[in-house]
């Protein structure tokens, strides 16, 4: 499953990508566009069946979940990856705050405040850095970091 992205990018031979939008006429684009699977689903409502994908990429899209609905969120997509699952997460870094920003809603974590939210959520950490490489980390807004679904 991918949240964020683009599915075709991921579609290679024994891969069967599935993207997932909260806004239908994203989902119709991204189905015309990529000849994939496309979920109409809100992050607060997921559905997502058990154990069903290896891997979800979730790009630029988890910090728009509010921190009290993000356990539940992150519960929900640690149940849809097999045994031993990955997931990449990249959302813009800040100090554990969140609120409205140009209209959007944004919860903006540091590390130690995302590891422990995917800690709880039953993730072990395979690795994370920052983005852009090669800038002072001041001039790096982007947390990415990988986890695997915990036994």
Known sequence: MRAGSRPQDLRRPGHRPVGLDGTPRFVEMARQASGCEVWQQDFLRLALPSERFDGI???AA???VPGQELPQVLQALRGAL???GVLFSSNPRGGNQEGWNRGRYGAYHDLDGWRALMTAAGFEELEHYYRPSGLPREQQPWLASVWRRAA
Request: charged residues 20%.
């Open 57 to 59: 990429y979730a790009n």
């Open 82 to 84: 097999r045994p031993r």
């Open 62 to 64: 988890l910090f728009h």
